[in-house]
């Protein structure tokens, strides 16, 4: 498996605010994802981080509100934007890709509460 | 589309008993089934999984199980202990990265 982080681990932001949330892994990986799990709730899937191009959106979410960069093989960013307590979940990215293989590792999650 | 249905949401054991998740795909063409453990506060964590060209697999006390014509699988575990409480989440996956995820089961093991 991979060593993989997410700053920050959780977080109270204000209305309207944005956040940034990183996700470093400690080996090259073909493939980075971000969910969104709302409390109780199972995985949604937000996109496929892309390297060196724009992220692939699921149907529901947009880049104007959830912009993604990733930049290199081993680290990406979600950006929750102008947030509303609707948005308050945690968010977890995810890779695949090791070794060759299709298993898919997740971090640790960011909690985010929004006020 | 794809769909992936879990049951039963809820699970309580008495410890040493086993406990038995059950999820039901729709997409035939899945060939990937992998089951995570999520504790509180933490992210998924892989704990077995198993490919459409096997029936059944097991590491120490949990074992899953594959029925592709009924397009069913299943995660058991024997002797159930306190740090097996959790939730735990199926997935399917059919030939791209695309993980269609259960609903989820929280098993809470009675001491």
């Known amino acids: 498996s991979a060593v993989i982080s997410q700053k920050p681990s959780r977080d109270i932001c204000q209305r309207g605010t944005s956040l940034t949330i990183q996700c470093q892994v400690d080996s090259q990986v073909t493939m980075m994802f971000w969910y969104r799990q709302q409390p109780g709730q199972s995985l949604t899937l937000i996109a496929t981080?892309?390297?060196?191009?724009?992220?692939?959106?699921e149907s529901g979410f947009v880049i104007d509100k959830f912009p993604i960069s990733r930049p290199n093989l081993t680290f990406s960013t979600l950006t929750v934007s102008n947030m509303s307590p609707e948005d308050s979940s945690i968010y977890l990215c995810?890779?695949?890709?090791?070794?060759?293989?299709?298993?898919?590792?997740f971090g640790p999650g960011t909690r985010l509460t929004v006020l | 589309g794809e769909n992936v249905e879990q049951h039963p949401s809820t699970l309580s054991v008495q410890e040493g008993d086993s406990a038995v998740i059950k999820c039901t795909y729709s997409?035939?063409?899945?060939?990937?089934f992998p089951w995570y453990k999520q504790e509180l506060g933490k992210g998924p964590q892989l704990i077995i999984d198993i490919r459409s060209n096997v029936g059944e697999k097991k590491d120490q006390r949990i074992a899953v199980t594959l029925n592709k014509t009924a397009k069913h699988f299943s995660l058991h575990i024997t002797e159930t202990q306190p740090e097996d409480s959790a939730v735990y989440f199926c997935a399917a996956i059919s030939g791209t990265y695309k993980y269609i995820f259960g609903t989820g089961t929280r098993l809470k093991v009675l001491a």
């Open positions: 997409d035939s063409a899945s060939n990937y």
């Open positions: 995810s890779v695949t890709g090791l070794a060759g293989t299709d298993e898919q590792f």
């Open positions: 981080a892309n390297q060196g191009s724009e992220a692939t959106y």
